[in-house]
């Protein structure tokens, strides 16, 4: 499994990740210099999710572009987006990415590693 992140993603997640033998990849939000434009993904890039922070899919005041357009290449290529945010703010943030949709997965920091390796292991289930 191959896991793009955004900048600021926990090292100490992306080092077990490494360790567990899945591939990482930084992905850039296009402002932040960090990594491959998100939206530059292609089925080449054998990615299988993305992590990061909410705020990452978010432009600096006065950016044209917004979570939709940032996720683009996630949506149409059905990559789940695991965004971080504490439990207690979940709803606040659904309700503030309601027109994103299909694919966002809210996770706590505390459950990121887990719900990523569950998703590996969907992913080798499904191969069988």
Known sequence: ????????TDPDL??????????????????????KYINHLTPQDKVNAVV???HKIFPPDG??????????ACR???IPVYLIVVRAKHEA????L???GEGVILVD??????????LGKKSKTAQR
């Open 14 to 35: 992306l080092a077990k990740l490494v360790l567990d033998g899945h591939g990482t990849l930084p992905l850039g939000n296009g402002w932040d210099n960090h990594g």
């Open 52 to 54: 990061g922070y909410l």
């Open 109 to 118: 920091p505390s459950d990121v590693y887990d719900e990523l390796t569950k």
């Open 76 to 78: 149409n290529q059905k």
């Open 98 to 100: 309601k027109k994103v």
């Open 63 to 72: 950016g044209a572009e917004g979570p939709l357009d940032i996720l683009a």
């Open 93 to 96: 943030a659904k309700a503030y």
């Open 1 to 8: 499994m191959k896991i793009g992140y955004l900048e600021g």
